[in-house]
Every structure is written in C-alpha cells, then in structure tokens.
C-alpha cells in the first residue's frame, strides 16, 4: 500500500485539499447565519479565552484585522486555486483553430498597428488655418 499522493490527479478526481477548505468556510458561515459567534462573546460565559476566540469572528469596528476579516479573501483563493482545474480539461479537449493562410501573425498585425500610429511628416503643420488667439 503506498502513501504517496497522487501529484496529477486524472480527469474527474477531486483536489480534496481544496474540498476541505471551502467545507471550512461554509462552515463558518454556517455558523455566522445561526448566531453562534454572539453567543461566544456573551458576558454570561465568564470565560476570557471563549471570548477572545468568539472576537476573532467580528470585524473590527475601524482598523486592524480579525480572523473573520478572511473569508471573502478565502473565497478568492478557492475561486483562484480551482481555475485551473476547470479550464484546463475544456482548454485541452478542443483542437487547436488552423490559422488561415495568408493571414497575419500576431507580430505583424503590431508592426502594422505601429506604422499606423507613427506621426507623419505632415503632422506638426496645420492644414486649416485658424484665427489668431487673442
């Protein structure tokens, strides 16, 4: 039995890594919609590590960074980390587009670009004549 993990998973494996993290998150946001981090910071505990704990899943009213400060930025990096994933099968299933003969190739549409955007000779001179500034 070998305890290696896979380091490529095949097409329809899950990155359980992945699953596990965003389960967390949805289950401290299950906890932020039952009103469970109010209970944890109620005086009626007497309990200054509960507390501090339960703080840690408020926003700071004004400055500073709290653990609950973090989840949307959670959400980025699942949203981030899992990309690559769902592109990358679709991206490599389709065949490559053939490039129709004769047309440009990236470089040459950007020298082209580049010539038309090159000042003429003629550029500096006005054509129309314009009345004097007073």
């Known amino acids: 039995m070998s305890l290696q993990a896979d380091p490529d998973p095949g ?10 993290f965003r389960g967390f998150t949805m289950f401290l946001l299950i906890g932020e919609a039952t009103a469970i981090y109010e209970r944890l910071i109620d005086p009626a505990l007497h309990n200054p590590l509960i507390q501090t704990i339960g703080l840690q899943f408020h926003h700071h009213p004004w400055n500073g960074l709290r653990f609950w400060d973090l989840i949307q930025p959670f959400f980025m990096f699942i949203v981030g980390v899992a990309m690559p994933f769902s592109i990358g099968p679709a991206r490599c299933s389709r065949p490559p587009t053939p490039r129709r003969a004769g047309a440009p190739t990236a470089s040459e549409r950007g020298r082209r670009c580049a010539a038309r955007c090159r000042p003429s000779p003629s550029a ?9 500034r007073r």
């Open 11 to 20: 097409p329809g494996e899950r990155l359980l890594s992945l699953d596990f």
């Open 124 to 132: 500096g001179r006005s054509k129309t004549a314009w009345p004097p």
